[in-house]
């Protein structure tokens, strides 16, 4: 199935998905079973028609990560990159809605390959923490330039 953002234009859809996939640092909402909101920032990697974060090295307070059990209590999540600059013409914004899920390292497929090819800090440590992967449904963008 093809990605389509809410105006299903194929032009918007690639630069938008362009855009998320060079993108840095995302901020991904999960939501609790009591439905409080939770937005983390979060490296990432596009995999096809998925998005890869792996649970890393990074220093954390707990391993038990309340992404991990948000993910487990509701899959829809949000996963938000964007630019800001003070001349607003060049700001953007894309947003992926999707159903994700916590897999071992092991079980996460390319997914981990293309976090270690964007990011040269994977390349000396090994990603054996969950992964969280992001099956996309929806893309909706927009650019201070339309």
Known sequence: MPIRST???PVRDAEALERLA???VARLATVDRAGRPHVVPIVFALCGETIVSAVDFKPKR????KRLANIDANPRVSVLVDEYDDEWSK???VRVDGSAQVLPAADAGP???SLVE????YRSAALDGPVIVITIDKVVGWSGSD
């Not at 964007?118 to 800090?121: E, I, P, T, V």
Request: aromatic residues 16%; proline residues 0%.
């Open 7 to 9: 105006e299903g234009d």
């Open 22 to 24: 060079t993108a840095r």
């Open 62 to 65: 707990t391993k038990a990560l």
């Open 91 to 93: 700001l953007w914004w």
């Open 111 to 113: 997914g981990l390959a």
């Open 118 to 121: 964007k990011y040269q800090q």
